[in-house]
């Protein structure tokens, strides 16, 4: 296939790409390098003849006729892949407003793009998949995992972004007929992760000597999933997945925060007195639990990767690419630290 990568240059979109293209795809890359696009993240893609880097905005309107009609590609797209997005929880939270405008709003222009392509090419527009987020759900606080059923009940900014950019895909294939598929995944780990989440902030204060910033009891349970598990999934349902489904993904492996902190602990040589309980972060959800029967059903997926060895060679993915994370750990992302946890009642640092 042809594929647009929308959001390429980020964690799992490289990781995507690096899998398309290992499995024979065309990829072209839209992104436009925001605070955590990175294009280092794919350096593995750059000798493949296949593939092909384009900087812009989702929400550009005025890039995407020519995109999609490119006669330098020979043949159009077959299908998009959005991961462009505002990724994280605790900015949302700090403002909202770059999630709307992106997760929302972009997500939109990208809809309306492919469609005014389908009304010009006798409806042959490119499949659209969506990659979503299992915080589209809400908290599993009966401690029931969701199902694609399951209503949506986002709770923070950057959830209910997505729940939003989710509701169009569905609307503009009720409405005008776009071949589009959802992806809803629990939490990624793995290589090239910015390290304001937890596992790549932890496993590199650690490095640093630094304390780690456990919110609130550090008794919230996360689904743990490697990123290349995550990019296998999205394949499968690009490939093989009905015309307008969801499709939930997930590691199935639930776990504490503070278990996961005593791992890295662990990994790290360090001990518990690296732990600082801070105030907990707003609105937090106590509990993701996701049930991924209908994608190992209908797509064959389920996922490979060992928690336990993914997260060992993750921490040594970061033990080996200093350079990587230390020259993200430096100037905004420093004045973002400081603004996130600076007066959260432990320092973090
Ligand atoms: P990330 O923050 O690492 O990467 C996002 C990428 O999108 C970056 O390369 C950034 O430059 C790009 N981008 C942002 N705004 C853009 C815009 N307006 N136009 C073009 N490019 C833009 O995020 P990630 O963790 O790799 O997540 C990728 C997708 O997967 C997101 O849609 C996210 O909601 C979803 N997701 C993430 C997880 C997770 O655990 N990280 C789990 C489930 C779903
Ligand atoms: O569930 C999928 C989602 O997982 C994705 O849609 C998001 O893009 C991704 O960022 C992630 O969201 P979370 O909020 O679950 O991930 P994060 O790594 O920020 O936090 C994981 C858990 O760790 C959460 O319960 C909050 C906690 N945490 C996080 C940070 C950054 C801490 O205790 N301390 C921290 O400093």
Not at 182 to 201: A, D, M, V, W
Not at 218 to 245: F, N, P, T
Request: charged letters at 25%; hydrophobic letters at 40%.
């Amino acid at each position: 296939m042809r594929l647009l990568v929308t959001g390429g240059a980020g964690f799992i979109g490289s990781s995507f790409a690096r899998l398309a293209l290992g499995a024979g795809h065309a990829v072209t890359v839209l992104d436009a390098l925001t605070y955590c696009g990175n294009l280092a993240n794919l350096d593995a893609a750059r000798d493949h003849a296949g593939y092909r880097f384009v900087k812009g905005d989702i929400g550009d309107k005025a890039l995407w006729p020519a995109l999609l009609s490119d006669a330098a590609l020979g043949a159009p797209f077959e299908a998009l892949v959005n991961f462009a997005a505002e990724s994280h929880v605790d900015r949302s939270i700090l403002d909202a407003t770059p999630f709307v405008l992106t997760n929302v709003a972009g997500t939109q222009v990208i809809l309306d793009a492919v469609r005014a392509y389908g009304e010009r090419n006798a409806g042959r527009a490119p499949r659209f998949l969506q990659v979503s987020t299992d915080e589209v759900y809400g908290s599993a606080d009966d401690g029931k995992p969701f199902t694609e059923s399951t209503p949506l009940k986002p709770n923070s900014p950057y959830a209910a972004s997505k729940a939003g950019a989710d509701m169009l895909v569905a609307a503009y294939h009720h409405t005008f007929g776009l071949d589009t598929v959802i992806t809803r995944c629990s939490n990624n780990y793995g290589p090239h992760q910015f390290p304001e989440k937890l596992i790549p902030l932890f496993t590199t204060n650690l490095f640093e000597g630094k304390l780690v910033p456990v919110y609130g009891d550090g008794k919230q349970v996360r689904d743990w999933i490697h990123c290349d598990d995550h990019s296998r999934g999205v394949l499968a349902a690009l490939e093989r997945g009905a015309s307008g489904a969801v499709y939930n993904l997930g590691g199935s492996n639930p776990a504490e925060n503070l278990a996961i902190t005593k791992l890295l602990l662990k990994l790290t040589g360090r001990d518990e007195s690296f732990i600082a309980h801070v105030k907990d972060r707003p609105g937090h959800d106590r509990k993701y639990l996701i049930d991924h029967g209908k994608a190992t059903r209908e797509l064959g997926w389920s996922p490979r990767v060992k928690f336990e060895d993914g997260l060992a060679e993750t921490v040594r993915w970061y033990r080996e690419h200093e350079g990587w994370w230390r020259a993200i750990k430096s100037g905004e992302y420093l004045k973002y630290y400081e603004r996130q946890y600076g007066d959260r009642g432990g320092s973090g640092t």
